[in-house]
């Protein structure tokens, strides 16, 4: 079907559908980056799912509305909100990546009868620290004074290991522009958003659906121990640590993520 837009909650929601199956995949991307982030998953899990890989609030084609902050709330709303006017009524096997985990685990909190398995990739549940909620609230205000340039020069070296840059500079660069292409004003809504989100330690306990988490071996971000902690706390949960990766392990090591991803996915159809 390719990338389109719903009107959804008073936006327009931009989302890649692909494939047809039985089963809904909805994939959420992280900060601050767009449904493409899921390229190569979206393409590996079509011939047996419908995937659905939607642009968060503020992100790619997605609208903002009218708030200085997109709560994880408000755009697992739109989430759920999208899948209704898609008409998806079973299920999703629901996953995300970073600020798209958070989304997921807000998600699963406000309406768990709508999920049938979870993907927590290079995410935490625990709430930022005062220390964390104020460096967002100042590359907020540096997005919207400078432009995504400053805030790209100073998330990359975080967000790959530096193999990535220097042998696979396609990746960095794909990673470089999703940043670049991300609108100031959304990026700031989403560092709000992120600042002032709920600490979820609590769900982890409550979550009674097949979880996998899968978390790159070098993420500095959300580093492997953050994984461990969920892993834990969630009964019958798996934990793939994708040696070699950072915190976007599906695009660094897309063959051993999806391999991940495929092997779990078959597990719940078994």
Do not use: C
């Amino acid at each position: 079907m390719g990338a389109t837009t719903r009107a959804v909650r008073g936006l327009e929601v931009m989302y890649d559908e692909r494939g047809g199956g039985p089963s809904a995949v909805v994939l959420l991307h992280g900060f601050p980056f767009n449904h493409t982030l899921w390229r190569e998953q979206a393409e590996a899990l079509s011939d047996r799912h419908r995937v659905i890989t939607p642009d968060l609030r503020g992100h790619g084609g997605t609208g903002l509305g009218e708030g200085v902050a997109s709560s994880m709330e408000e755009m697992a709303e739109d989430v759920a909100a999208l899948l209704g006017e898609l008409h998806v009524s079973e299920r999703v096997r629901l996953g995300g990546l970073s600020m798209g985990g958070y989304v997921t685990l807000a998600f699963y909190r406000l309406v768990p009868q709508r999920v049938r398995a979870l993907v927590l990739a290079d995410t935490r549940p625990q709430s930022d620290t005062e220390e964390a909620r104020r460096a967002r609230e100042e590359t907020a205000r540096r997005a919207l004074r400078e432009g995504m340039q400053t805030v790209a020069d100073a998330m990359l070296p975080k967000l790959l290991v530096p193999s990535t840059r220097e042998e696979r500079p396609e990746v960095f660069e794909r990673v470089r522009e999703m940043i670049l292409a991300t609108r100031p004003e959304g990026a700031a809504a989403a560092l709000r958003g992120m600042a002032a989100r709920r600490d979820q330690t609590d769900l982890l306990r409550e979550i009674d659906v097949p979880t996998l988490i899968v978390v790159g071996s070098e993420d500095a971000l959300t580093p492997p121990k953050d994984s461990e902690t969920m892993h834990r706390a969630i009964r019958g949960s798996r934990l793939v640590v994708i040696e070699g990766a950072g915190h976007v392990s599906n695009l660094e090591r897309p063959a051993e993520f999806n391999r991940a991803l495929e092997d779990f996915l078959k597990g719940i159809e078994s």
